[in-house]
């Protein structure tokens, strides 16, 4: 089984795509960690076609962080590809995953972390709790009763796949905006 996006060609294609939407330098975890945001690249396909792009000159070497790893971006060649060729990926897979990546980065560099889980009450209906905390701080916990196992999981997707829309949206409406919810 290969990765979702389909072969090596469209894991490379989806890979500069994301560099090069992102586009500032990053090094090989972090750049592996918004590939990896949906499982939609197998990790052994990533590492094998970064280091083909390497040697391609589709990404290169920018310089390094402060310690010490690489840092890459993509080359003129490798944003010719990607935007001449991103077509061979359904363009709402590509806006999701860029959607993740750009969140993870910035939660990554503010320190939030997400966590949602549910439990099922003794009535028989179920707790959604959803938490973000920013550098092991709360910043939101919240618990929503549900009555089927169904819409709690749903829910959880949800917040698991838009966290920061959710957090916004609670903190705009408790503060009274409830044009969030129309803009």
């Known amino acids: 089984m290969g990765s979702l996006v389909g072969g090596k060609q469209n894991v490379k294609i989806f890979v500069l795509y994301l560099m090069q939407n992102i586009n500032y330098p990053m090094d090989y975890i972090t750049i592996n960690d918004i590939v990896m945001q949906n499982d939609y690249v197998l990790y052994l396909d990533f590492a094998e076609s970064f ?3 390497l040697d391609a000159d ?3 070497i920018y310089g390094q962080n402060e310690d010490g790893d690489d840092l890459y971006v993509v080359s003129p060649k490798g944003r010719l590809i990607a935007t001449e ?3 061979e990926i ?3 897979l590509l806006q999701k995953s860029l959607s993740c990546a750009l969140r993870y980065l910035d939660f990554k560099k503010r320190g939030i972390t997400i966590s949602c889980k549910i439990e099922k009450r003794e009535d028989g209906r179920y707790d959604v709790i959803c938490k973000v905390n ?3 701080e709360p910043i939101l916990t919240t618990t929503l009763v549900v009555d089927n196992l ?3 999981q749903k829910m959880e997707d949800n917040f698991r796949d838009h966290p920061e829309i959710v957090y916004r949206g609670i903190v705009s409406l408790v503060a009274g905006n409830i044009n969030f919810l129309f803009e």
Do not use: P, T, V
Request: hydrophobic share 45%; net charge neutral; charged share 20%.
């Open 134 to 136: 920013e550098k092991n």
């Open 85 to 87: 060729l991103h077509g």
């Open 51 to 53: 280091h083909e792009m």
């Open 58 to 60: 589709l990404i290169h």
């Open 90 to 92: 359904h363009m709402a």
């Open 150 to 152: 169904k819409f709690a």
